[in-house]
């Protein structure tokens, strides 16, 4: 089955900047999408087809993405952004959707 | 504004079934593909399947297929899922999610003898 590889985790400091990438081999050609997971609520859409924010997410959160890889970039990290990132797409055939394993992002 | 409401949390034995509800408000309900999404105590997000509202038609993950229905119903712009055979790891959150961008509550399912 399709798969999508996150490092399972980040640290930087408030200010920084955090990169998140994801792997899969199938998004050269297929659309990746980036979630902020908190404990005790629903996943947050931050990232959508790669690059685009949704209304209301700040500026500092952006996407983008090379050959197999899409990365997620915080920049100027705050201490409200520590959670857990997903990325997530689907595979080649565009039949099954699938989520990256997560990233838990601390902020020293 | 979009809204998606699910039902209450569940307990249930191991090897029953349970149905989890997910009421859409505040867009044309046949307009848009809902998914299932779960996530077990400490691990991640899992995709469950997918729902296109307007036909009924359905894709599962394939660690599903065999022991999960999704339905959906127009009349009161409803999507449920069923998942049957419930094992103690079956324990999670359940979120519907439409489009993936908008997420109900939730639903805590607990399986537990």
């Known amino acids: 089955s399709y798969e999508l590889t996150q490092p399972p985790s980040v640290s930087v400091s408030p200010g920084q900047t955090a990169r998140i990438t994801c792997s899969g081999d199938?998004?050269?050609?297929?659309?990746g999408y980036w979630y902020q997971k908190k404990p005790g609520q629903a996943p947050l859409l931050i990232i959508y087809?790669?690059?685009e924010r949704p209304s209301g997410i700040p500026e500092r959160f952006s996407g983008s993405s090379s050959g197999a890889t899409v990365t997620l970039t915080i920049s100027g990290v705050q201490a409200e952004d520590e959670a857990d990132y997903y990325c997530q797409s689907a595979d080649s055939s565009d039949t099954f959707w699938v989520f990256g394993g997560g990233t838990k992002l601390t902020v020293l | 504004q979009v809204q998606l409401v699910q039902s209450g949390a569940e307990v249930r034995k191991p090897g029953a079934s349970v149905s989890v509800s997910c009421k859409a408000s505040?867009?044309?309900?046949?307009?848009?593909?809902m998914h299932w999404v779960r996530q077990a105590p400490g691990q991640g997000l899992e995709w469950m399947g997918i729902i296109n509202p307007s036909n009924g038609n359905t894709t599962y993950a394939q660690k599903f297929q065999g022991r999960l229905t999704m339905t959906g119903d127009t009349s009161t712009s409803t999507v449920s899922m069923e998942l049957s055979s419930l094992r103690s790891d079956d324990t999670a959150a359940y979120y519907c999610?439409?489009?993936?961008?908008?997420w109900g509550q939730g639903t805590l399912v607990t399986v537990s003898s």
């Open positions: 999610a439409r489009a993936l961008a908008d």
């Open positions: 087809k790669d690059s």
């Open positions: 199938a998004l050269p050609k297929q659309y």
């Open positions: 505040g867009y044309t309900f046949t307009d848009y593909f």
